[in-house]
């Protein structure tokens, strides 16, 4: 284990997983505690995995914010290890977490899955299991809907929050179009899947990144057909320029540490004991979003930058003293 300094980040682990490399970054901490996912993927360099770490960490810190949670911010990341060595580096990795003492409080991110869960689940505290998945698709669903009814959602990744959310959708009377590279055998019927190059050229109500961040670059946008842009993917623009570039073309944007916050809601709100708090939460995040955007519009600026003042704003107030 070895702990490079960040400046901005209460601690950063670099953790060796029986072989394979994960890190832990504890971007702030609450109360003594922060809250974030395990992301399990393939990168080509440590340095590519760090970087999306301490984005994904940062972006948790906004998301408990707005998400009224007693809890800052952290994310791991675990290089995708060998498959035969996998179950030894989520052991490691198990052990590290609980040797935190509750600092770090864990849940499942993109490439984990019911087994990973139970692996880890099973060997620390600090763990929140049950269906985040749909929790978090639950809160998309409430956030497209909060300005307006929508008829058409094109999605952009059908992972678990993907196809959850369309499940949603489809239940709700929506026509909704999807793609994936790899479109998973449990499709929920009814989904039209168009191909992944032309999904952002669909001509629809809403636009819902659900894949990995990075993918709203300003080729993407250029080719976007929709009322407005919300879904499950952390960071999904390619550049913070994008998403001035998205709201100079006057599509409105669900910023995606409020449109994803259910997740979190659901775990960290059952990790403190706080089950009753979870509807309340979640009702309260259609009035964000039509808060983000009133106060985007009158200003003339992304919702994007409007999330984040205040989002960062509530931090500078709550966050632990100690770093």
């Known amino acids: 284990m070895s702990a490079p300094s960040v400046d901005g980040f209460d601690q950063v682990l670099r953790l060796d997983c029986a072989g394979a490399t994960a890190f832990l970054a504890l971007h702030s901490h609450v109360e003594g505690r922060a809250f974030g996912g395990i992301r399990i993927r393939s990168y080509a360099t440590e340095g590519e995995a760090l970087v999306d770490a301490l984005n994904l960490a940062h972006a948790m810190s906004r998301?408990?914010?707005?998400?009224?949670?007693?809890?800052?911010?952290?994310?791991?990341?675990?290089?995708?290890?060998?498959?035969?060595?996998?179950?030894?580096?989520l052991i490691a990795l198990a052990g590290a977490i609980e040797a935190l003492g509750g600092r770090y409080c864990a849940g499942g991110d993109y490439g984990?899955?019911?087994?990973d869960a139970s692996i880890v689940g099973e060997r620390t505290r600090f763990f929140a299991s049950g269906d985040l998945d749909d929790a978090t698709?639950?809160?998309?669903?409430?956030?497209?809907?909060?300005?307006?009814?929508?008829?058409?959602?094109?999605?952009?990744?059908l992972g678990r929050v993907g196809r959850a959310l369309a499940r949603r959708l489809l239940q709700r009377g929506l026509t909704v179009y999807a793609a994936d590279p790899k479109p998973a055998e449990d499709l929920?019927?009814?989904?039209?899947?168009?191909?992944?190059?032309?999904?952002?050229?669909?001509?629809?109500?809403?636009?819902?990144?659900?894949?990995?961040?990075?993918?709203?670059?300003?080729?993407?946008?250029?080719?976007?057909?929709?009322r407005l842009v919300c879904g499950a993917a952390?960071?999904?623009?390619?550049?913070?320029?994008?998403?001035?570039h998205l709201h100079d073309r006057a599509i409105p944007y669900v910023p995606d540490f409020v449109?994803?916050?259910?997740?979190?809601?659901?775990?960290?709100?059952?990790?403190l004991g706080e089950a009753a708090e979870i509807p309340g939460r979640m009702a309260a995040l259609p009035e964000l979003v039509r808060q983000v955007i009133a106060r985007a519009t009158a200003e003339d600026r992304s919702p994007?930058?409007?999330?984040?003042?205040?989002?960062?704003?509530?931090?500078?107030?709550?966050?632990?003293a100690h770093r």
């Open 234 to 244: 952390n960071n999904p623009f390619a550049d913070e320029a994008d998403a001035d």
């Open 188 to 226: 929920p019927p009814g989904i039209r899947l168009v191909d992944p190059a032309t999904i952002a050229s669909v001509e629809c109500d809403v636009f819902a990144p659900c894949a990995h961040g990075g993918l709203l670059d300003r080729a993407t946008i250029d080719r976007l057909r929709c």
């Open 259 to 271: 449109a994803n916050a259910g997740g979190l809601i659901r775990g960290a709100s059952l990790t």
């Open 304 to 320: 994007h930058r409007v999330a984040i003042e205040l989002a960062d704003e509530r931090l500078e107030t709550r966050r632990d």
């Open 63 to 89: 998301k408990a914010m707005v998400a009224g949670i007693r809890g800052g911010g952290a994310k791991t990341v675990l290089l995708l290890p060998e498959p035969r060595h996998r179950r030894s580096a």
């Open 112 to 115: 984990f899955t019911t087994e």
């Open 137 to 157: 698709a639950e809160g998309v669903e409430a956030c497209l809907c909060a300005l307006f009814e929508p008829r058409t959602v094109a999605i952009q990744g």
